[in-house]
């Protein structure tokens, strides 16, 4: 059985960066796409990024291009997301999330996965 385990959150100042880290034991991640959400206290699960099985799409939320980049090492079994430029809206529990379904990466929904870690705190604050 696939789990997931993010690692790489912490407190940031604003216009720093942050590189989250997913790692992943039970199955080899070939067979998944991946995703990132995140979840501020009182708002819903927003899918911000998200990666296909092969690596050859991704797709980013409105809020986070330019600014993130996804990226996955099927041999190592790991998924990243690189934070640059963060804000004080980036504040949240960011979460990794692998599914099967194909359209991962035309689409990010939170829906769409079904294996989810337990999530790390990122903080961006002076």
């Known amino acids: 059985q696939l789990q997931l385990v993010e690692s790489g959150g912490g407190l940031v100042q604003p216009g720093g960066s942050l590189r989250l880290s997913c790692a992943a034991s039970?199955?080899?991640?070939?067979?998944?796409?991946i995703g990132w959400s995140r979840q501020a206290p009182g708002k819903e699960r927003e899918g911000v990024s998200c990666?296909?099985?092969?690596?050859?799409?991704?797709k980013y939320s409105d809020s986070v291009k330019g600014r993130f980049t996804i990226s996955r090492d099927n041999a190592k079994n790991m998924v990243y997301l690189q934070m640059n430029s963060l804000k004080p809206e980036d504040t949240a529990v960011y979460y990794c999330?692998?599914?099967?379904?194909?359209?991962?990466?035309?689409?990010?929904?939170?829906?769409?996965?079904?294996?989810w870690g337990r999530g790390t705190q990122v903080t961006v604050s002076s």
């Open positions: 999330a692998a599914g099967a379904r194909w359209t991962i990466g035309i689409t990010c929904a939170p829906a769409l996965f079904d294996s």
């Open positions: 990666i296909s099985r092969s690596g050859g799409r991704t």
């Open positions: 039970g199955s080899s991640l070939d067979y998944y796409g």
